[in-house]
């Protein structure tokens, strides 16, 4: 385990409401899951910059992979995650199935997806590197991380678009809505 990654436990594991969100997803034992994006790279930042632990945080996004693709597959387990769940966490944990992503994501956000593979794949096609942080406890209570550009630009406070795609359409939003939460932010528009 690197030094950041070694931060980043560390971060997780203070945070008492991300690790009940961990703990009782690892209890449903979802195929392939991961809890990825705001959820992480919101509570490193509040960390790096001293805020309150759960600041800004809107939701805990829950990946996971089924190659059932149906819409009826993926509402049994959004009603099992939710049951779960006590309010407010009930209505903050957001699943979505990795396999069913490239289904709706044009519609959605107007760009191309292929179809994923496995959960950690879809990090790599995040809107910018410090979001591509997905993590995972478990059965051993060790916190796996997956975070296929490293975790340099998360520490770091940077955001820069994912070098892997075209800049994605709602950048300017995304980079918008965080610099309102964390204005320390440093922004790098072009994918260098």
Known sequence: MDDFEGRLVAIVRAHPELMQVLTTIRALALPDWRVFSGAVYQA????????AIGYGIKDYDL???DPDTSYDAE?????RVGAAFEPPLRDLVEVRNQARVHLWFHDR???PYEPLTE???ALS?????AFAVGIRLEADDRITVAAPFGLDDLFDMTLRPNPNRPKA????????SARARWPELTVIDDRG
């Open 63 to 65: 990946g996971y992979f």
């Open 119 to 121: 959960t950690d794949q």
């Open 109 to 111: 956000f107007g760009e």
């Open 44 to 51: 490193v930042w509040n960390h790096q910059t001293g805020r």
């Open 125 to 129: 096609r995040f809107v910018a590197p």
């Open 169 to 176: 359409k709602g950048w300017d939003r995304a980079v918008a």
């Open 75 to 79: 509402d049994v387990i959004i009603r």
